[in-house]
Structures are given as C-alpha cells and as structure tokens.
C-alpha cells in the first residue's frame, strides 16, 4: 500500500553503544622483557585494566561519545571502567559489568592500528578473545584473531587517548595492570552469575533509629532525554536490489538505502525480503532506510541496529528473528514513520531492547508474534522513548505465554488519539489472537504512571 507523506518530527538518536574481550595462554618464544615472569591466576570476575604508559584506566565509550564505540584511557574512577572476565576457548572475553559488550577488534581486523571498541558479543569471535602474558610491570593482552597486543594509540598517556590493536613489544603502552573491582555485577551471558563479593555486616549495628530519620522515598524515575530532529540523508541515495548481508559491522555514513525490483515493496504482504539481514552479532549503524524498504532489517540472532531511521517503513521496520532465548537484539538511537502495521517484530525467542527512538504514525511500536507457528516466551525492555500520534500500541506481548514488557521514561505525544502503553493478547499457534487486557500490572506490563509522560 502507498503511504502518506509525513512531516519531519523532531526526535532523539542516542548513539550507543555494545562488547569486549580477554585473556590467558602465554606468549612463546620468550623474545620481550619479562617473559619468564610466571603469571598470577586470573580467575572469572570484575577487574578495571590499568594502562603502565599513564597509569589511566580501560574505558568503554559513553553513549553520546563522538569516536563512536572506541575505547579509550581515562582517570582512574569513573563509569564504565568495570570489566567482566569470561573463559572463552584458549583465552578469554572481556565485557563491560554496566553494558553487557565486548571488547573486540573492529571489523575483525589484522593489522596494525585497528581500533578496539565495544560491540555485541559474538559466539566464539576471536577478535573478541584475548589471551595474556605476565611481563615486568603487568601483563600484555593478545587478540587471539590477530595476535597483535592491546595498546594506546601512539603510546600516549594522556587522558582521552584512544586504545587500538599494535604488534606486542615491551613498550609501556601495551602493558596492563588488572585489579580486582570490588563491584556486583548483572548476570553473565547464559545465565551463570558472575561472582557476588562478600559484604561485611557492620560491627556496631544501630539498635534503635535516630528519631529523626524519615523513610526514605522512592528513587523518581530518570527524566526523558532530548529527542533531536529527524536526520537530512548525506550523499546520493544508495539503490539495492539484493538483500545485503551484514557480518560484522556495516556503517552506512548517513546515506539514504532505498530498494528497487524484488525490493521495492512497500505495502503489508507476508514475507517480503529484507533490505539488510544481519548475522548474528552483527551491527547496523548510521542508515536511512528510505521508501521504499521492502520488510526492512532481518535480525538473525544477537544484533545492534544504532543510529537507523526509516522514513516510511514497509512491512515492518525490522523483525527479530533468533533462534535463543539467550540472544538480544538491540535497537539504539534512530526513528520510524508510517508503520500501517508494525514497527519491530519479534518472533523467535530472546529479548528486545529499544531506547533512545522515537516514533510516529504506527500501528505497534512492538509486537511479540501472536500467531507464531512456533511460539515463545520473549521479553522487552523500553527506556527513552519517544511515541507520536497517529499510533495505536507501544507493546504488544502474549501474556500467556508469559512475555514481559519492561517499560521506562517513555514519552506519548497522543492528544486527542490515545495511544495504549502496553497490550496483552493471548498468543496462539494458529487463528488470531486476543486482546486480554492493557495496563501496568506486576507480572507482565512492568512499569508505573510515573514511568510514563504524557503531552500534547
């Protein structure tokens, strides 16, 4: 079907974020200073890494941080600094304790100078795993797909200075320090609970409360970011006609992907192709997705969609289609106008992370498949988020088949056309399903009034 033209919206892109990885195996060959030092047993948990060159700490980008997903050395101290040490195969993962992402070399590169950076974990990358080598002065980490050594660029120990992959020699700036954090950690990929540190009771614990002290009130909820407006594609558009798959990370710069022939549906019938298909632990950033964009994005397992905007979506924007309850698909920053249906499906198992997006003339923002064939328990979560009339539904999920919806500072833009924040149907195999009722509730709609600003 042909959509109506649509007036730009203003809106917020936040650009996130994503992955880490590490360590253990030593080096052969004994050719650096140090090399028959014997290393300390590095077991599973938090550390911070500290870099001999400046003595500044391994840091994960913040979300809004212009070099993109880069790591960088900052001072000691400060977010993001937190890394989980995971066994993978001969080495090890290191992922960050507040985000869940590896750190791995971009594009899984070889040579020289290639940037380090937080992505999506992926199963068993040897970019994202690193082994070590106890030498004077700490330990040098070793990609296992490259064999070059963790390092700050240009071997600077100033503040801010990026980290990047560089043949290992004995320089400072390609020697760390792990610390144990004494830090409580989210659960590790799987389900196995990372290390819990044991908390000491206090020696004198207060018998009687001072008769001053008040209950503490509930923590109000963060206030909504900025939502900034809708981007202007840069260059000439970019024709497809084929399905383009994505492996690793593929950053269109901002330009305009439009598809034609097979690709150039734009109206609501089953099993359109997708415009992108991205393998599992793959990442999509800066596109736009322009009209027509067929069934826009496959998502094949644990993927990132950051900084990706569709101007009229077709059948859906995207669909989520993995095959593990453990795999998540994460959608960062971007926007979507004219869903007649659904912005983002998700069919298989796993979670769904939408934040920092904003949305408008939609049918659902999501939807947890209601007629899947195979069915699933699936699980969303909503956290700065922008929704604007025309619009229906925000989260559709299958109660029944016990679906959650974790919903926070979302803000409706819906007037005189109320929008539902969150559906419950009853899922089925076959058939249509129904709606069985819509709100906050303890079990599955998980959010509260004061998650939810609403204006005109």
């Not at 699980?379 to 109660?399: M, Q």
Request: contains cysteine; aromatic residues 4%.
């Amino acid at each position: 079907m042909t959509k109506r033209a649509i007036r730009p919206k203003h809106g917020r892109t936040a650009v996130l974020g994503g992955t880490v990885a590490l360590l253990a195996a030593g080096i052969s060959g004994g050719l650096w200073a140090g090399a028959n030092a014997v290393a300390p047993t590095l077991k599973p948990g938090v550390y911070t890494l500290v870099s001999a060159a400046g003595g500044l700490c391994l840091s994960a980008p913040a979300d809004d941080d212009p070099d993109g997903a880069q790591l960088k050395q900052q001072p000691c101290g400060k977010e993001r600094q937190h890394w989980r040490l995971t066994a993978a195969g001969e080495g090890y993962t290191l992922v960050t304790a507040e985000g869940g992402a590896c750190a791995g070399v971009r594009e899984a590169r070889t040579g020289a100078g290639a940037a380090v950076q937080q992505e999506p974990c992926g199963k068993g990358a040897p970019s994202q795993r690193w082994t070590t080598k106890a030498v004077d002065g700490g330990h040098r980490l070793v990609n296992a797909g490259s064999g070059k050594c963790l390092a700050v660029k240009d071997g600077s120990g100033d503040p801010g200075a990026r980290v990047q992959q560089n043949s290992c020699d004995s320089a400072a700036a390609k020697r760390w320090t792990l610390k144990a954090a004494n830090v409580t950690t989210p659960p590790m990929p799987g389900g196995t609970a990372a290390p819990t540190p044991t908390v000491k009771p206090t020696a004198k614990p207060t018998v009687k409360p001072t008769p001053t002290a008040k209950p503490t009130a509930p923590t109000a909820p963060r206030p909504a970011g900025g939502f900034p407006a809708w981007p202007t594609p840069k260059g000439d558009d970019v024709p497809l006609t084929a399905t383009q798959t994505v492996t690793t990370v593929f950053d269109g710069g901002g330009r305009r992907f439009v598809g034609k022939g097979a690709l150039g549906g734009s109206g609501q019938s089953e099993n359109q192709p997708a415009i992108f298909e991205l393998a599992d632990g793959a990442v999509l950033q800066n596109v736009v997705l322009g009209n027509t964009a067929a069934d826009g994005v496959h998502c094949k397992g644990s993927c990132t969609l950051r900084n990706v905007w569709w101007e009229n979506v077709g059948e859906d924007a995207a669909t989520f289609k993995s095959d593990s309850p453990s795999q998540t698909m994460t959608v960062d920053g971007g926007g979507a106008r004219g869903a007649a249906d659904k912005v983002f499906q998700h069919n298989g198992p796993g979670s769904f992370v939408i934040k920092n997006f904003q949305a408008e003339d939609f049918g659902k923002l999501y939807r947890s498949c209601g007629n899947c064939k195979t069915q699933h328990s699936r699980h969303l979560e909503i956290d700065n988020v922008l929704v604007t009339a025309p619009g229906k539904v925000v989260a559709g999920i299958n109660s029944n088949l016990g679906d959650t919806a974790k919903i926070s500072r979302l803000v409706v833009e819906d007037s005189a056309h109320p929008i539902t924040v969150c559906q419950r149907f009853e899922g089925v195999t076959k058939g249509e399903p129904k709606p069985i009722g819509s709100g906050p509730d303890a079990s599955h709609c998980l959010y509260t009034p004061a998650d939810v600003t609403h204006r005109p």
